[in-house]
Each structure stands twice: as structure tokens, then as C-alpha cells.
């Protein structure tokens, strides 16, 4: 076994052990392959009044321009996929991911120990940690390392556990032992495309981001265009339909963080609850959840929104 394999090795059962799905390791370099799409992707305005999205391009192609000598690309999974849903089937609906506390910081704390571990074992290694909130390409690299391929949904996929998964990354100055991507297993499955309430999938592999839900519930900030009214499919943050109705989906088991379990009361507020929701309930009930991104105000003007 050469020292690349060998450190490869260790950084994979240390992952593991912290409780992530998989991990895969990709060289770092510059991703031919994504520039020429997101350019296209940008020039179409399907990143709608995200433009956060048009800042620091080449950054997000390669990312040897965030960490000095970058060699490898360690990318991450970490289930998130609940074991109960909300109980009332007319209440509007949250986004599975947003069930619990904020991820960014949860998964961030373990590259954390990750980065330690390596430091440790293996000397000195120089590199950044990165979950979702920075410009690099999550999917693509993840694609790159092996751990799934790109669906029609534009998620990433894998045959195992399907697509409920938070994906994060570690940068790193040190050379690995690298995974080869593995093939598209979409075949001739529309499900996605099909079931988009706001037809977002505008073409396979190509999601609008300005038409979909997620984008409107919890970008968008200001009043949502009346044409869509009625096309949300009663989701009041985020949106899982191009996952729920993903066949690669049945294979989803439910996570084992016990910082992603909702708060008690998430699960069992009924339609009429949410509609009367007061600015105390929604600090309590989301305390330390991604959906305080949208604020009160931005759940309070989705709901209403939903209504008839």
C-alpha cells in the first residue's frame, strides 16, 4: 500500500465514524467540464435574483484559488433523511432537510474534527472546510469523487441511499489516492420532470432556478408573481417533490443525528396552526433551523400565499 492509499484509508474510516454516509476523493483542479454550463446556466438568468450565484466564477471552477496548493477534493455525504413527516396532510410543508437545526452548522463542526484528525495522524496539512455556503460546486465535485451521479433533478444520486443527503467538502494541500466517477443510472425515467409542479426541470439535467419553489419560498425576498398561484403544491419552505418521486429514493433510510429531529411541536402543527402562527411559535419552533433564513415575515408571506 503507497502513503496516498494509506492516508486515504485513514481519512475514509475517520468519515465514517463520524457518522458521514460516504466519502470520495477527487484531484483538484479545474472543472472543464461545469465551465462552459454554468456560463450558459448564468447567461440564461436561471439563477433568477440569486446573484450571489454570478460572483466569483472562477473560484467555483477551481479550487486552487481558495486554498493555496490544493491537491485534493475531499467530498462528504451526511444523511438527513427523516423518520417521521409532518402529521397533517393539509398543513403545508417543509422542506425534509429543514426539519431539524441548521446543517451548515452542524456538518461544519464535524469536517472540523475531520481536518483535526488528519492534522493529527498525518502532519501538517493545510486546507478549508466547506458546507453549501461558499463557491464551490458540491455536486460536481461529489460526481467527480465517485459518489453518485447527476439526475434529471439536477441532484446528486447514488443507487444506495437515493438523494436525501447533505454534501460538504474538505480542501486539502495533500496528496490521495483518487475515485473515478460512476455511471448515470437515470436511463429513461421522466418521474422528476413529470412531477414538477412549476415545470423548474426545463429540460433533463437542466433545473431553472428562478421557477423553482425552493427559489420563490426562501430566495426570493420580495412579493411572490401572482402567476404562480396555486402551482406550489402547498410547500411553505423549500421542496422535495423531484425527490419524493425519485425511484432511487425508495432506497432513503432515516438519518441517526439527533440534532436533525424536529422540534416536537414541528410534526404536529395542523393547517389552522400554521396560519396563525405568532412570532413567538416560530422562534420556538425554529430556533436553531435553516428556515430562520426566511425570517417570520418570509414564512408568514408563503403561507399566505398558499391560501386559496
Known sequence: MTIREKHTKLIKAEAKRLGFLSCGISKAGFLEEEAPRLEKWLSLNRHGSMQYMENHFDKRLDPTLLVDDAKSVVSLLYNYYPEQKQKDLEAPKIS??????????IIKAKLKLLMEFIQEEIGEV?????VDSAPVLDKAWAKKSGLGWIGKNSNLLTQKVGSFYFISELIIDLDLAYDTPVTDHCGTCTACIDACPTQAIVEPYVVDGSKCISYFTIELKEEIPLSNKGSFDNWMFGCDVCQDVCPWNRFSKSHNEPLFDPHPELLEMTKKDWEEITQEVFSKVFKKSAVKRTKFSGLTRNISFLKD
Do not use: T, V
Open 96 to 105: 425534509k432537510y429543514a426539519y431539524g437545526q441548521d446543517y451548515h452548522h
Open 126 to 130: 493545510s486546507g478549508r472546510a466547506f
